[in-house]
């Protein structure tokens, strides 16, 4: 187990040609549980692969606790890895898949039947150990290379490559608990790509959001949803993504369409300084409906979407689309809806970047 | 309705169930005929039941063409079926070099059969071939018209420079259908190369295998143009395999009853050998 | 155009994918067909187009009985998951592509390869080649190759699931409004029950086979026709829980004894089994709930909700809660119900009550 420093790291393919990853310095605490997310090309690959040893980066390091590690390869790594697809040894049996990353490394038969009965255990998999393993399901084997990787108390991170791509939809939550349960009981240092926020979010401590090679923000779970620090995490956390709507600052107020919308004194104060194009954000869920009695922003409603649990309203406000997340319960007037931009809720941003950063 | 659709479907396969009766099965069956016939001429023909099959059975001469035959398809497949994995494994796996080794792979293949021996037979000739010359000035005494044992092995060379290519490009295609993950993941658990091997490439290769034992096994039992030109199967009769055993009784000597049962028994063997190679690959890694 | 099956049966083997499907689809309308995977949504399909018979029954397009017209002499457009476009043509030539071979004029093509490509988003990429498009795009072109021949029937089958949920999402939205105001019949194979609910029009849910339900989509989602339904169409499923109805309270043993809510109040005493959807289950006290215990298993993040997987009296119980909570598994967890959107399903597997909604 050991702590990750990623030490002034870039990438780049060719010397001189674009940055596949931005100079980064990240510190991943030991036993975190780290996902790396982003759309395809944002360079999250890379960087897992940087990380497993299959890249060595073009510029900085890797430590692993205090050793640096740039220049080893996988096997010198200590790591465990699970693909996108499931690699198992198609001629052994699931025991003998187990067994095989300790028994390359010489390890007592004693050691090695207990570790794997234990590492069984843990991911359910006791009943099939006898079997041959190319005969299971898809999420059996993704269990499988799961545990391969976890066998090893010595493996200083296991790193997850998309690994839930080829499991049946209604199965993937039942993997997401095992590979929390896995992390709570081994507290190991966990890394995992994805392109799926349910699954980044539900899996780590911290997110790691990626955009063009670039980490936009670290950030817990809530603190993505609640304070995403670029318009593009906004966007990309969350169903739909964040509203965002041009505007200019006045005092302690918002001018969004000629509307005046209250937001933290403080963080007025800062866009009004930073200058550059700002933006109002807010989420579709955290906008709520005004009291009958109660002063608001009235919003033309262009559609409304049942989704059986909510209601979604595609609407406009000025020229701004906006969204609203409302509950079944909640009732559109005639001629609008009549909202509040609740004030803790309404988030300034500069140059797509949060005003006063993450404070 | 079903039966309707079922009618249908035998109707589009009837064109090429006559072409397969023309071409392989009428010839098949006419093979059949004269094996239990006497023939001395147009209409005059005598049935004499399985007597040609008997002779055939107890011939000592076709005995020898058996076991050599035998004893030459398993030293091809003992030598070129893990010389081709060797290969393929050492062949790049990208780049410009792929093509230039492809490339030179196939040449062998290209090679007409008849010519694949006269090649062979002057590049091996110890007065004048380059390979003959060479192996005599080592201190060999090599002479592959005068030695059994020198006929053999020039004949066992010559099969492996013609036909390990196939072998190799079998294998390579099959190495190059593994994904990467796989490598990474072994490399990952600290496999040896060996385990790689044994664990990964081996299992994922089974299939191409089968192939290629079969297309080895087959090739070499029916072996005739090459060493035909190549030693005419001498010295003596050393080199002398079943087909030219069977071509000699059928062309040279005429005996077309005797000829005709030497051939479905041949095709028998053929048949029976394939059929064992075939369930024990595919019986190698059922659940036990 | 309307298209009918009537007594549908499908097997292969001796395996049943099919068994009795009576449906019948009208023009103009949205169809979804919603069932996990392996339900027959698939096969289904390929019956409808024409590109597999079934073993007995008929499929009927406008009175016509077309069960084994082949899919070429039929007006069939087809969109798969996977993106399936010829790969040496432009964008232009794919969607051109049934077009030619309906042997239409040069300007005709022209005119409608371009509106179709307009109505995609894709008229500025018309030069390139498959190749050289995201997946979102190339979704579009193989939609707008089945769209731009105006064929009688449109067949979907699940082609979002390849794409990342952001395009979904915004796909998502943009089909229903793109198949509104067309003279064909539509059908969208889907397993997400979030896309039949946007996607809207009616809904037929498949399960092993079968037709479980068919209906309004929103009225299915409101009134599960029996449990499997509410597995099926709901994401996560409806949590269920067997009951007991005694002196007018509901009953499980040492998990509730509650008063019945007033739907339910007509239901006879007897066994029942009780759906409480995951948003109506809640983390803290309010008037009206009732106090529930059980045991954390897992929290799952989806962004702008929590799904907090918990053990009720040895079932697997989901919450939905909005925003992000971080809990910790084998946390002793309090939860709370709410009785009056609670459903019931009587020993027959029926639903017996449904929570009034506003719309009632």
Redesign the interface.
């Known amino acids: 187990m050991a702590r990750i420093e990623l030490n002034n790291l870039a990438h780049q393919y060719a010397p001189g040609g674009e940055y596949a990853l931005q100079p980064m310095q990240h510190v991943w605490e030991d036993g975190g549980a780290y996902a790396l997310l982003g759309?395809?090309g944002c360079g999250k690959t890379t960087l897992l692969n940087i990380i497993s040893g299959l890249l060595t980066p073009s510029q900085g390091q890797v430590l692993f606790g205090d050793q640096d590690v740039t220049r080893l390869p996988p096997e010198q790594r200590n790591i465990g890895q699970v693909f996108q697809f499931p690699v198992i040894y198609d001629t052994m049996s699931v025991f003998d898949n187990l067994a095989f990353p300790l028994r390359n490394r010489r390890l007592s038969e004693d050691y090695v039947s207990r570790r794997v009965t234990q590492i069984a255990g843990m991911l359910g998999l006791d009943e099939v150990l006898k079997r041959r393993a190319k005969n299971l399901t898809a999420d059996a084997k993704q269990k499988i290379s799961l545990g391969r990787g976890l066998v090893r108390e010595d493996v200083a991170a296991v790193l997850f490559d998309e690994p839930l791509t080829v499991i049946?939809?209604?199965l993937k939550?039942q993997l997401?608990?095992k590979l929390?349960?896995v992390h709570?009981q081994l507290n190991l240092t966990l890394v995992y790509v994805t392109?799926?926020?349910?699954e980044a979010?539900?899996f780590a401590d911290k997110v790691v959001v990626m955009l063009a090679g670039q980490v936009l923000q670290v950030g817990?779970?809530?603190a993505l949803?609640?304070r995403p620090e670029h318009t593009f995490v906004g966007?990309?956390?969350?169903?739909?993504?964040m509203n965002f709507m041009d505007c200019q600052v006045e005092g302690s107020e918002a001018i969004v369409a000629g509307e005046r919308i209250a937001v933290d004194p403080a963080m007025a104060a800062a866009a009004s300084e930073s200058g550059g194009q700002l933006q109002l954000g807010i989420?579709?869920?955290l906008i709520r409906p005004a009291a009958a009695d109660e002063a608001g922003l009235m919003i033309q409603v262009d559609q409304v979407?049942?989704?059986?649990?909510?209601e979604l309203i595609?609407g406009h406000l000025g020229e701004h689309k906006i969204h609203v997340?409302l509950e079944?319960?909640e009732k559109i007037g005639s001629d609008g809806l009549k909202v509040v931009f609740p004030t803790e809720h309404s988030l300034l941003y500069a140059d797509d970047r949060l005003v006063g950063g993450g404070a | 309705?079903?039966k309707r659709?079922y009618q249908w479907a035998w109707l589009m396969v009837l064109p090429v169930v006559l072409i397969v009766a023309f071409s392989a099965i009428m010839p098949l069956m006419t093979v059949v005929n004269y094996s239990v016939q006497d023939i001395f001429g147009p209409g005059s023909r005598f049935f004499v039941g399985t007597e040609w099959f008997k002779e055939v059975l107890r011939d000592p001469a076709l005995h020898g063409a058996l076991i050599r035959q035998i004893i030459f398809s398993a030293a091809v497949l003992v030598i070129q079926i893990p010389l081709g994995i060797a290969l393929a494994l050492c062949m790049p796996k990208k780049g410009p070099w792929v093509s230039v080794a492809l490339v030179l792979l196939a040449l062998p293949l290209l090679v007409p059969w008849n010519v694949v021996g006269t090649i062979w037979q002057v590049f091996a000739r110890p007065d004048v071939g380059l390979a003959g010359v060479a192996i005599n000035s080592l201190g060999f005494d090599y002479n592959y018209t005068g030695d059994p044992i020198d006929a053999w092995f020039t004949v066992l060379v010559m099969d492996v420079w013609h036909w390990t290519s196939l072998v190799i490009l079998l294998c390579y295609a099959g190495l190059q259908a593994i994904p990467d993950a796989f490598y990474q993941a072994a490399r990952i658990d600290g496999a040896s190369r060996w385990a790689v091997f044994r664990y990964i490439e081996l299992p994922k290769l089974k299939g191409v295998l089968l192939i290629a034992i079969l297309l080895r096994f087959i090739f070499s039992f029916r072996i005739y143009a090459e060493p035909f030109v190549l030693t005419g199967g001498g010295p003596g009769n050393s080199t002398t395999f079943l087909s030219q055993s069977l071509t000699t009784m059928a062309v040279g000597q005429f005996d077309l009853g005797p000829a005709a049962a030497f051939s479905l028994i041949y095709f028998l063997i053929i048949l029976l050998f394939s059929y064992v190679f075939y369930l024990t690959i595919l019986n190698m890694d059922r659940e036990g | 155009m309307s298209l009918m099956l009537e007594g549908i049966h499908r097997s292969v083997g001796g395996e049943m994918f099919l068994e009795d499907i009576n449906l019948t689809f009208e023009r103009g309308e949205f169809n979804v067909l919603l069932g996990?995977?392996e339900a027959g949504k698939t096969t289904l399909m390929r019956i409808m187009a024409g590109l597999e018979?079934p073993?007995?029954g008929r499929v009927v397009e406008d009175g016509t009985d077309v069960t084994r017209t082949p899919v070429r002499k039929r007006s069939v457009g087809m969109v798969y998951q996977q993106f399936i476009n010829y790969p040496s043509l432009s964008v232009y030539d794919n969607i051109a592509s049934p077009l030619k071979l309906a042997g239409l004029s040069k300007t005709e093509i022209d005119q409608r390869v371009r509106t179709e490509a307009e109505r995609l988003g894709i008229d500025h990429l018309i030069d390139r080649l498959p190749s050289e498009l995201s997946g979102g795009q190339q979704q579009r072109c193989a939609m707008a190759r089945a769209l731009v021949r105006e064929a009688k029937l449109v067949l979907l089958d699940e082609p979002l699931v390849n794409l990342?949920?952001?395009l979904r999402?915004g796909l998502r939205?943009e089909l229903r409004n793109l198949f509104a105001d067309r003279d064909t019949v539509v059908v969208y194979a889907t397993?997400?029950?979030?896309e039949a609910?946007?996607l809207?029009g009616k809904t037929t849910v498949l399960h092993e086979g079968r037709v479980i339900q068919h209906g309004i989509t929103?009225e299915c989602?409101?009134h599960p026709a029996n449990t499997t339904v509410t597995q099926v169409f709901?994401d996560?499923p409806m949590n269920l829980m067997p009951v007991e109805v005694v002196d007018g309270h509901l009953l499980v043993e040492g998990l509730l004894r509650a008063p019945l809510p007033a739907h339910m109040r007509d239901l006879a005493p007897g066994h029942y089994t009780l759906g409480i959807?995951p948003?109506h289950l809640f983390v803290h006290a309010a008037d009206g709930l009732i106090p529930l215990h059980g045991q954390v298993?897992?929290?799952?993040?989806?962004?702008?909700v929590t799904?907090i997987?918990v053990e009720v009296n040895g079932r697997d119980w989901v919450i939905?809660e909005?925003?992000?909570h971080?809990v910790?598994?084998?946390e002793q967890f309090d939860l709370y119900l709410d009785p009056a959107r609670a459903y019931a399903f009587d020993s027959a597997d029926q639903l017996a009550a449904a929570p009034m909604?506003?719309s009632e």
């Open positions: 759309p395809s049946d939809p209604h939550w997401r608990r929390r349960e709570e392109h799926d926020q349910t979010l539900t817990t779970p809530q949803f609640e966007y990309f956390i969350g169903s739909p993504g989420r579709p869920g979407e049942d989704l059986g649990d909510y595609t997340r079944e319960s | 309705m079903d659709e | 996990l995977t018979p073993n007995s990342d949920y952001k999402e939205s397993t997400e029950p979030e609910l946007i809207g929103a989602y409101r709901a996560p959807r948003h298993e897992v929290a799952e993040i989806a962004g702008s799904y997987h939905e909005r925003g992000v971080a910790h598994p084998g909604t506003q």
